[in-house]
């Protein structure tokens, strides 16, 4: 065998390695990613179905004057709310892995500030303001919420693939500034 030989089949080796690593690299960047859009989405859905729990509550004892679960159970939901919108665990996952100049975590924020305004609302609501404070929900619900829900999933799932976080690596992608 010849020394050309033998240093071509080292480079080829230490091409590979290279390109080994940055590929393992890579999945457990995307790895990571798909686990904390999980996270989020559940996060998301949590909060937006417990919203909508306690919309619902509302809306049948200030018009139907009956309760659809005990004085406990709504007190424990919104507990449970408030420690949602008042923590910062998810959002600071998102910003860890999707960057905290990206649009995905832009999009989070916005949702989760909608989601917080509105439950703000509910919170706030009372049997005298029932009916006009209900109408503005269901209005923020069908109008913002629910079409920037379904987008901010859409956007978070496809930060989530290989290609975006290889673009995200060499900051090839868009960032906001």
């Known amino acids: 065998m010849s020394v050309e030989s033998l240093l071509s089949g080292l480079i080829g080796a230490l091409i590979a390695?290279?390109?080994a690593v940055f590929y393992q690299h890579l999945s457990a960047l995307a790895?990571?990613?798909f686990e904390v859009m999980l996270l989020a989405v559940d996060y998301l859905d949590d909060l937006y179905f417990n919203s909508r729990?306690?919309?619902q509550y509302r809306?049948?004892?200030y018009k139907e004057n009956r309760e659809v679960m005990s004085n406990d159970e709504y007190r424990a939901l919104c507990n449970k709310?408030?420690?949602m919108l008042t923590s910062?665990?998810?959002?600071?996952r998102v910003a860890m892995v999707y960057g905290e100049n990206s649009g995905e975590l832009e999009m989070?924020?916005?949702l989760r500030t909608k989601l917080t305004d509105t439950t703000i609302m509910l919170f706030r609501a009372c049997p005298d303001t029932w009916d006009e404070m209900s109408t503005s929900i269901h209005k923020v619900f069908k109008k913002e919420i629910e079409p920037l829900r379904n987008t901010t999933e859409l956007e978070l799932l496809r930060g989530a693939n290989m290609w975006s976080v290889f673009?995200?690596?060499f900051r090839l992608r868009k960032r906001k500034k």
């Open 17 to 19: 390695m290279v390109l």
């Open 31 to 33: 790895q990571r990613r």
């Open 53 to 55: 729990h306690i919309e």
């Open 59 to 61: 809306e049948k004892k």
């Open 81 to 83: 709310t408030d420690t």
């Open 88 to 92: 910062s665990r998810i959002h600071a």
């Open 108 to 110: 989070f924020d916005t």
């Open 167 to 169: 673009k995200d690596m």
